[in-house]
């Protein structure tokens, strides 16, 4: 059979069949899914972020002083001036609507991460473990009529419907319901395959590893001191507006007092 496309048995081989990237991934969920069409993947900024809080200032709970202000650390032109990271962690993913049955949306995404180490003033692909890479379904399970037995209980098909959320509800078949339940599951599944890198460079590395977002989920990495977790993009500031003014204009050199994130 040709590459992408579901054998006629309707079996599914773990690693030969399935999809590699988003095209074989549109074809290949047509022959899963009785009466599915096809769709042209959305531009990410139309899926992505359904699940964003909403930006709002919060006061600093202070761990450091009695109140938020900026403290120098280094002369960022001094010519003995290196950064102290042994190895950066990074992680991405791609979401497409491949398809919908009945005008219920079947997302597909690739999410990835990985680890690149300093060697010499360079960066390399870190040696002890390679890039993580997995494409998977989303597909809500409890909408789609005729799901096959392979593809429910394949590892790489997430059901976005089966828990309910804190108050006990399920998503509601509305497309864009259903298209944000997918993202937050894409969310979390990236999460965890940076959370697997950073617990495995703390067990064997001696030098500070850079991770790219919180290291919040995992005990791990939050306790090591080798994990260090810069969120670079969020929609809460933790600053008053004194505070604030302190923090938008930092200089090269400069950090706030530390704070507790909530």
């Given amino acids: 059979h040709r590459s992408g496309v579901i054998p006629e048995s309707g079996k599914i081989n773990e690693l030969k069949d399935w999809p590699r990237n988003v095209h074989e991934a549109r074809r290949f969920i047509l022959g899963c899914i009785p009466e599915s069409e096809a769709l042209e993947g959305l531009p990410e900024r139309d899926i992505y972020g359904r699940g964003d809080e909403p930006a709002k200032l919060e006061e600093a709970e202070l761990v450091e002083g009695s109140e938020l202000v900026a403290i120098h650390v280094a002369d960022p032109r001094h010519p003995d001036l290196r950064s102290s990271f042994s190895g950066f962690l990074d992680?991405?993913?791609?979401?497409?609507?491949?398809?919908?049955?009945?005008?219920?949306?079947?997302?597909?995404?690739?999410?990835?991460?990985?680890?690149?180490?300093?060697?010499?003033?360079?960066?390399?692909?870190?040696?002890?473990?390679?890039?993580?890479?997995?494409?998977?379904?989303?597909?809500?399970?409890?909408?789609?009529?005729?799901?096959?037995?392979?593809?429910?209980?394949?590892?790489?098909?997430?059901?976005?419907?089966?828990?309910?959320?804190?108050?006990?509800?399920?998503?509601?078949?509305?497309?864009?319901?259903?298209?944000?339940?997918?993202?937050?599951?894409?969310?979390?599944?990236?999460?965890?395959?940076?959370?697997?890198?950073?617990?495995?460079?703390?067990a064997v590395e001696t030098d500070p590893l850079y991770v790219d977002g919180g290291t919040c989920g995992s005990a791990v990495a939050a306790e090591s001191p080798l994990a260090i977790g810069v969120v670079k993009s969020h929609h809460r500031l933790y600053a008053d507006e004194r505070g604030f003014r302190i923090l938008v204009n930092l200089r090269p050199g400069e950090r706030t007092s530390v704070f507790r994130v909530t």
């Fill in 91 to 202: 992680g991405t993913q791609d979401v497409r609507k491949v398809s919908h049955h009945h005008g219920i949306p079947i997302v597909w995404a690739t999410v990835s991460a990985a680890v690149r180490k300093r060697v010499n003033r360079r960066l390399v692909a870190w040696p002890l473990r390679m890039p993580i890479v997995r494409g998977s379904y989303y597909i809500p399970f409890r909408y789609v009529d005729g799901l096959s037995v392979d593809l429910r209980s394949h590892s790489r098909s997430i059901d976005t419907t089966a828990r309910p959320n804190g108050q006990g509800v399920f998503p509601s078949r509305h497309p864009a319901a259903l298209t944000e339940a997918a993202v937050k599951a894409i969310q979390a599944d990236r999460e965890a395959i940076e959370t697997e890198l950073a617990e495995d460079w703390c």
